[in-house]
């Protein structure tokens, strides 16, 4: 199984992972993925249960993303999975 890869700037090979889910019950709403996303993937949601509003982030773009994992490495609850994008899915072959 051949996946999407890239090289990066000294030419080594890499293979991006992109956003596949965010886990609502671990996420706090905190934003800081939010704001270490640049391609505009993420949104907040807000759910209104009783007397109390909980909110928690979504993915509303996932083809804005580039496979950078930003919003992963900022996440204190660590509620993102990733995984490669296979390359045959997208026309593009080894």
Known sequence: MAFITGLTKDGREWTPKFIKAIDKELCIGCGRCYKACAMDVLAYEEVDCEDTAKAYMTV???????????????????????????????????
Do not use: D, L, M
């Not at 996932?62 to 899915?89: D, L």
């Open 60 to 94: 509303v773009n996932s083809g804005n993303c580039i496979g950078c994992q930003a919003c992963g490495r900022t996440c204190p609850k660590k509620c993102f999975s990733f995984e490669p994008v296979e390359a045959h899915a997208y026309g593009y072959t080894s």
